[in-house]
Each structure stands twice: as C-alpha cells, then as structure tokens.
C-alpha cells in the first residue's frame, strides 16, 4: 500500500479526489464517492442561495462533454442535513463556495467549516456567466475575498484556477499574497458544441464549460508551468479518464488529481477501478512513495528558445505498399511519394524532420533519425 499523500496539511489516503460537480451535489452522492475509494470529495459549489437547474444542462457530442452547471441546487442551510448523510470514514470533504464578494465569501467559509469541511475549495473561475469577471480581472479584489477566506477559517484553503488565470504571473502572485498555499486546476474551458446548420441555432442555449478528456493536454501544461514557477502544491483537474493520466500529472508535479467528467461518463465505479489500476502500477515498479515519481517528468521540458535545432529526417523501420497514404496526404513537403511498385519512398534531401507523418503512421513504421 503506497503511502498517504499530503496536500494542504490534509493525509490523504491516495491521490484521488472527485471534483465539484453534480456527482457530489448531495449527501448521498457524495457517499458514492467516498465508498468507491477517493480520498476526498468536493461538494457541488455552494452560494447563499439555492439555484435551479436548468434543461438541458449536460451535453455531448463527439467525445466531447460540455455543462451549463454552476451551483448547488441546495439552500447553504440544506447542507447540514445533507453532511449528517455522510460517513466520512478515511476520507476526507471539501467544501467548493462562491459568494458575490469578500464578506459573502468569509461567511460562507466559516458556515461550512462548522459544518465539518476537512478544507475549503474557493471557485472564482468557471467559465459560464458573468459571475466571476471582478474577481477574476482585478487582482487586488481577488486578493481581498481570498483573504477573507484564509483569515476566518482554521482549515486549509485552496483556490480553483482556470487555464488564464493559472498561467498569469500578477494572478498567481496575489492569490499566494493572500496566503494560499495550494490551487486546482483547471476549471472547465468555455466553449460551444456547434451549430445547427440547417436551423442556424447555436446547439446550446448559452456559453458552457468544456470538459473530459480533450481538455487533458491544456490542464497537463498547466500543471507543469504551476510547478516550474509558483510554489504551490497543486491538485490537477481536466481530462483524466484513466490511471496513466493520474501518472502523468504527477510526474509534472501534481501532489494530488481530481476526477470529473468521467464519473459522469462511467460511473461511480470508475473511481476505484482508477484507483485499483495506479496501485497495480505502482507495485509493479516496486514504488510505495507517491513522492518518488513527483515532477520527475519535469526536466524533460526546456523553453522553446533552448531548444537547438537537430537535422533528423523520417526515415522507413520496414518497407511500406499499405494504401492508407496518410503520410503522402499530409506531407507538405512532398518529400514522401511512391515509387513504380507502389512502395512508399522519402526523399531525404526534401524532408525537414517536422515529424508529422512519424507521429500519424497507424502501423508505427516511421521514425526520425539523424541525417
């Protein structure tokens, strides 16, 4: 058994937590997800008020997942009886709150740490409505209402970042001045599924969060620029469907991940199989110390500008007659052709080691190799 992880203070069991979402929206829920083995759970966003859903509020198309989901459907005060539901057990509950401003903030932070939050997840940075457009533009509000938050409670404080604010230097730099000491990222990205053509309607009735496993490669870069340049501990979020992603996110950094759309996708279920699949992983490597792989992917990465120039050209590991021809289609080159009997030949002297046909081939039979 691997050993407990640290974030904010908080031993976890394992490095999984289930996002803020509608699968964490009640006590009940949020038991599922205790029981199929997350070592914490973030509530569905809380404000003062209850807030109705709307209908249609999940949406997907093509592998891609979208919501127009903001806030508990749940009064703050319908919160108590629902917390008495949960048995935490090892776990632990995080409490996701959003107010209008600092003092809405501070209260709701204190009303949720008598209600038993292990911690608190404050959400400035979905991308629907215009909810979080002050916080999010003027740093020295920022800075106010996560204050307000850290100086009232005794239970750790993280804040939840979208992609731009999680890449801004002035909006990292305030939330850390505030006395944050760890983040989540990313939230959802804003998008639209398409438009109906024939109709010339928008496929959806508003402007929704982006989410799954598309999302994946942004929320990976932004993992690994938090820990090159901030010293947050960072819970990372965005596209993880299977156990190889949680590994990624670590070895760039991450202390711990949470998992979100695809409990949507696969269920609650999903939870301990990822959890089963890591911990399979790691016994097989003979590693009992999340730590030992942290950000260990890290120095792979340099600036663009370090990057020298290598003369390497794609080149054949076997002979090659399949008619698929999406190496000649997408070289713009023209440095790939076909000779008299049909093989597929590469002119060296033309091709410029871009590397787009080796990463296309569906039968791996290209590479790059020094010219």
């Known amino acids: 058994m691997p050993k407990?992880?640290?974030i904010m203070?908080?031993?976890?069991?394992?490095?999984?937590?289930?996002?803020?979402?509608?699968?964490?929206?009640d006590g009940v829920s949020i038991q599922r997800c205790l029981d199929a083995g997350a070592s914490a759970v973030i509530t569905e966003t809380v404000t003062l008020e209850a807030n109705n859903n709307i209908c249609p509020r999940l949406y997907f198309k093509d592998g891609r997942t979208f919501n127009t989901k903001l806030y508990s459907h749940l009064h703050l005060e319908q919160w108590e009886d629902e917390v008495e539901k949960v048995s935490k057990k090892d776990g632990k509950l995080i409490f996701s709150i959003w107010g209008a401003s600092a003092s809405e903030l501070s209260y709701l932070a204190k009303k949720v740490e008598c209600l038993g939050a292990d911690a608190i997840e404050i959400s400035i940075s979905a991308p629907i409505g215009t909810r979080n457009q002050a916080i999010h533009n003027h740093s020295p509000y920022t800075q106010d209402c996560i204050k307000a938050v850290v100086d009232v409670v005794d239970i750790p404080v993280m804040v939840k970042l979208s992609y731009e604010a999680a890449i801004s230097p002035d909006f990292t730099r305030s939330i850390a001045d505030a006395g944050v000491t760890a983040v989540s990222a990313i939230?959802?990205?804003?998008?639209?599924m398409g438009v109906r053509i024939a109709d010339r309607k928008a496929e959806m009735p508003t402007y929704g969060g982006y989410t799954g496993g598309q999302i994946r490669p942004v929320a990976l870069a932004t993992t690994a620029t938090l820990k090159q340049y901030t010293s947050f501990q960072i819970c990372s979020v965005g596209g993880i469907v299977n156990y190889e992603h949680i590994l990624e996110f670590l070895m760039l950094g991450a202390q711990a991940v949470q998992l979100a759309s695809v409990i949507q996708l696969e269920g609650y279920d999903v939870i301990g199989q990822v959890l089963r699949d890591l911990e399979g992983w790691l016994a097989s490597q003979g590693i009992d110390d999340y730590a030992e792989m942290r950000g260990s992917a890290l120095a792979s990465l340099s600036p663009f500008e370090d990057i020298s120039p290598a003369p390497l050209t794609a080149r054949l590991t076997e002979e090659c007659r399949e008619s698929c021809d999406v190496c000649l289609r997408g070289c713009i080159y023209h440095a790939i052709n076909r000779d008299e009997r049909g093989d597929i030949r590469i002119v060296p002297s033309v091709c410029t080691g871009c590397g787009w046909c080796v990463a296309r081939c569906p039968l791996n039979k290209l590479k790059l190799c020094w010219e």
């Open 9 to 25: 203070g908080l031993q976890l069991k394992n490095p999984i937590l289930v996002a803020a979402g509608p699968w964490a929206r």
């Open 4 to 6: 407990p992880v640290e």
């Open 187 to 192: 939230d959802a990205l804003k998008g639209l």
